[in-house]
């Protein structure tokens, strides 16, 4: 029931572009998007919700495709301080009310 | 501020030992959460809280217990019978449970580090 996230790791230098990809084998209710600073607590980037709705920071953007159970994170002019550890968390139609995080994609932004 | 406190930040206990882990919020959220993260890995759920003197196992909860006597506490035990206890325990809380099709976001506190020797 976990999500599969890919790349698991990106290294780039700032200004590049990147995406983050998660992928479930579930139909989904909803996807999350977090991001984990070495050390820190998770902090919250975006959710996608079944139906079209998201809610998030302005300066992030992700798509959620219901038909194939994936969503996308976009990360662009990447800054050093995009660097740290993103995870999608899923909540699925079967596991129920239950929020299930991927295995994360490290990314490091280089100057 | 509003926010969530987690204490203490690094914990050390001797094996047979069980230890509590507090976690607490000011943030008004109706719903409660315990992870587990081990190094390169995601995060676990332990168990969580929906409302007050009510909690749900989730996918790791043997070996921990919890309670939710407050809507701002919802302290851990990790007891003797958690095998390998050593990793970061995060708290998190929302404004509804995730399942209302899980339209809220998670606030996480600042974790504690717990190594058991």
């Known amino acids: 029931q976990q999500p599969v996230q890919s790349p698991q790791a990106v290294i780039l230098r700032e200004g590049e572009d990147a995406v983050i990809n998660c992928s479930s084998s579930?139909?989904?209710?909803?996807v999350h998007w977090y991001r984990q600073k070495h050390g820190e607590a998770p902090v919250f980037l975006m959710i996608?919700?079944?139906?079209?709705e998201q809610k998030g920071h302005d300066k992030i953007s992700a798509s959620f495709n219901e038909k194939k159970q994936q969503s996308s994170l976009y990360l662009t002019a990447s800054q050093l301080s995009y660097s740290g550890t993103y995870f999608c968390?899923?909540?699925?139609?079967?596991?129920?009310?239950?929020?299930?995080f991927g295995a994360g994609t490290i990314l490091r932004v280089k100057s | 501020d509003g926010g969530i406190t987690q204490s203490p930040k690094y914990l050390f206990r001797k094996e047979g030992q069980n230890v509590t882990l507090s976690c607490e919020q000011n943030?008004?959220?109706?719903?409660m959460y315990w992870y587990r993260q081990d190094p390169g890995q995601g995060l676990r759920l332990i168990y969580y809280?929906?409302?007050?003197?009510?909690?749900q196992k989730g996918d790791i909860a043997e070996g921990y217990s919890v309670s939710r006597e407050k809507k701002e506490s919802f302290p851990l035990t990790v007891t003797s019978a958690q095998k390998n206890p050593t990793a970061f325990y995060l708290c998190?809380?929302?404004?509804?449970?995730?399942?209302?099709?899980?339209?809220?976001?998670?606030?996480f506190g600042p974790g504690t580090r717990l190594t058991v020797t």
């Open positions: 998190a809380s929302s404004k509804g449970s995730s399942g209302a099709g899980g339209a809220y976001e998670q606030y």
């Open positions: 579930k139909a989904l209710y909803s």
């Open positions: 996608l919700l079944k139906g079209g």
């Open positions: 968390g899923t909540v699925n139609m079967e596991y129920g009310n239950k929020l299930v």
């Open positions: 943030l008004n959220h109706d719903a």
């Open positions: 809280s929906q409302i007050v003197n009510d909690f």
